[in-house]
């Protein structure tokens, strides 16, 4: 169900009014409009994700069995990487992440431009912004001086780092490097790290954008700027945000980390495929080769249901994985029973 082109994807959301807001669709029109952009995804491309799903299955085997030989090229990487001084520097991960964002988001732009991928867009027309050079500089601007504030002050700390060698950085008011590990992890610790990070943070993440969908100042201060997109649903729109949003992002995806104590070689990996998924959920294409089709069980949301949520605002504000989409859904369905059905 794609929403016509003239409607202005920035009007779904007016004031709010005795307590939902206005433009809000019930959850049984957003999931009717998830499921028949991302069914047709899936009937168009069947073949690709079952040729894909061998290929993943056939990469976990050989990992499996290569693991030692994966090891070495992992160990001789992370030798080049802790005594490179960019690496070192505190800034790395600020600086990385708006490296990786400016590259992957320039894949969508490229696919607007291709008639080919026309047929996978999520809406019939798309206008994409054409930001000058000052503008895009005061986008990485805004986005890296609070970080990079944050960088400067604060004493990154990881696992393998002995304790007195914090202690000797906490002395220092101002943080230059990061004490890094000397050894390396494991592929599997890898693995391990980036996957539960990325659970931990979606289900963070799904409790504050419910929060700040449900109450309409946190709405209007926080959050409306990002579904402020008349021109339609694009790449760039990844990172329209308010200070604000974009603090609890990048808090919340740390804290994860943090959690499952991953090493900085994870954290580094962690950063490609969050900015990757980010900018395909917000991309306006919905490919029939995309991460939600090829992970079966429709464990992974993915383009079509971010998109139904931008047009329709109600429901699926999980960035990544359904499940606690799918359950407040059907816990929602079933009926409530009081004393008069007893």
């Known amino acids: 169900m794609t929403p016509p082109a003239s409607e202005g994807i920035s009007t779904v959301f007016p004031p709010e009014t005795g307590g939902q807001f206005c433009g809000q669709r019930s959850s049984r029109e957003v999931s009717m409009a998830a499921a028949s952009t991302s069914g047709a995804g899936r009937s168009r491309g069947s073949g690709v994700i079952l040729v894909l ?12 069995f290569c ?22 520097t505190v800034y790395f991960e600020t600086w990385f992440v708006v490296f990786c964002y400016s590259l992957i988001a320039l894949v969508p732009e490229a696919m607007a431009k ?38 400067t002050v604060i004493v990154k700390r990881f696992p393998g780092v002995q304790e007195d060698v914090l202690e000797m950085k906490r002395l220092d008011w101002i943080q230059r490097t990061r004490a890094l590990p000397k050894s390396a992890p494991t592929l599997g610790q890898m693995v391990w790290q980036v996957a539960a990070a990325l659970i931990i943070y979606d289900a963070m993440f ?18 409306a700027h990002h579904h402020d997109h008349p021109g339609g649903l694009h790449g760039r729109v990844t990172n329209r945000l308010t200070v604000a949003e974009r603090l609890a992002l990048v808090l919340s995806a740390n804290f ?3 959690l499952v104590s991953a090493h900085p070689l994870s954290r580094t990996v962690f950063i490609i495929v ?4 980010l900018v395909e959920n917000h991309a306006g294409f919905d490919l029939p ?32 994985f359904t499940y606690i989409d799918n359950y407040m859904e059907q816990s929602k369905q079933q009926p409530r029973v009081t004393h008069n059905n007893l």
């Open 53 to 64: 799903r061998v290929l993943c299955v056939l990469t976990v085997i050989v990992c499996y």
């Open 274 to 277: 969050f900015i990757g998924l």
């Open 256 to 258: 994860s980390l943090r």
């Open 206 to 223: 799904y409790v504050i954008h419910y929060s700040v969908h449900r109450n309409a100042f946190l709405y209007k201060t926080i959050h």
């Open 67 to 88: 693991q030692s030989s994966i090891q070495h090229y992992i160990d001789s990487l992370w030798i080049y990487l802790s005594h490179h001084a960019l690496y070192q």
């Open 114 to 151: 291709v008639s080919y991928f026309s047929q996978y867009r999520l809406e019939r027309s798309l206008v994409l912004p054409r930001p000058s050079i000052p503008e895009l500089m005061t986008e990485g601007t805004l986005y890296m001086l609070p970080l990079a504030a944050l960088d």
């Open 289 to 320: 080769w995309s991460y939600d089709k090829i992970i079966p069980f429709g464990v992974m949301g993915g383009a079509a249901r971010h998109h139904a949520h931008h047009v329709y605002g109600a429901r699926q504000y999980q960035p990544f």
